[in-house]
């Protein structure tokens, strides 16, 4: 059982857990007898796999335990596990986001960090989509791989439905890109056609954006991360710009 063990199970509790999964309802004794977990252990992993919602106990002249069924301890668990990592995660950037702005206060560094890779930048879009309160602009999308357009596509459109003016300069016409202005039809997010190369640009509420540098001669993409609403507004003024004299997708 590999995948509870990648859950966070020790070996003990997939033993006891598997053992009443295989043998129905049992005492503490035969979970001992099918699990081979010597008897002063059989408690101690027994309580631990109530606690995380995988065990139930039958108290009587003879106490029982029972396996929850699979398909609902695993949901349960799960879902918790999600809930729990991502406070987690909103915790953890409030303060290494706030570590950032004490640096930058001391320091007075440039208000620019980069990152590389492809997949880096897909998740910073992701949090974007996730984080952005009044629009997300993009400049420049090719979109290369068809996974990248589903990929993308659903969080962009629900944060369009949550009120987000989400617009996209779509930097060529055919292929995945106009599969995508398709799917965009369908939606509260507006398309265009700028021809661009080399680069893209995405704008979060006029305070931060990403640029990517995309040329054949680098080993990786480049993305450059500026957090300044001076910036950022410079370049979503240039967005609008470039917007007006777009046109639209012939899709």
């Not at 999964?21 to 631990?48: F, Q, W």
């Not at 080399?198 to 054949?216: P, Q, T, V, W, Y």
Request: aromatic fraction near 10%.
């Amino acid at each position: 059982m590999d995948a509870l063990k990648r859950l966070g199970f020790s070996d003990y509790e997939v033993a006891v857990y598997v053992a009443l999964v295989e043998n129905g309802r049992s005492t503490a004794r035969d979970i001992s007898k099918h699990s081979s977990v010597p008897p002063t252990a059989v408690y101690p992993n027994l309580r631990s796999l109530i606690r995380k919602g995988f065990v139930q106990h039958y108290e009587g002249v003879v106490s029982l335990f029972e396996a929850i069924p699979a398909r609902l301890s695993l949901t349960h668990f799960v879902d918790k596990k999600l809930r729990s990592l991502t406070e987690l995660k909103h915790q953890a950037v409030i303060d290494l986001e706030a570590l950032a702005r004490k640096k930058k206060s001391v320091s007075c560094e440039d208000p620019i960090s980069f990152f590389y890779g492809v997949e880096a930048s897909d998740l910073y879009i992701l949090d974007v989509c996730s984080s952005a309160q009044k629009m997300i602009y993009i400049l420049g999308w090719k979109l290369r791989k068809v996974s990248t357009v589903y990929k993308l596509f659903k969080p962009l459109k629900l944060a369009a439905e949550r009120g987000v003016d989400v617009r996209i300069l779509f930097a060529r016409k055919e292929g995945n890109a106009e599969m995508a202005a398709k799917l965009c039809l369908k939606t509260q997010i507006k398309t265009r056609y700028f021809p661009f190369n080399n680069f893209s640009i995405i704008l979060r509420d006029g305070l931060e954006c990403k640029i990517a540098l995309k040329k054949k001669e680098l080993s990786d993409q480049i993305n450059l991360m500026i957090q300044d609403k001076d910036l950022g507004g410079a370049l979503t003024y240039y967005f609008l710009t470039l917007w007006k004299k777009a046109k639209p997708m012939s899709v």
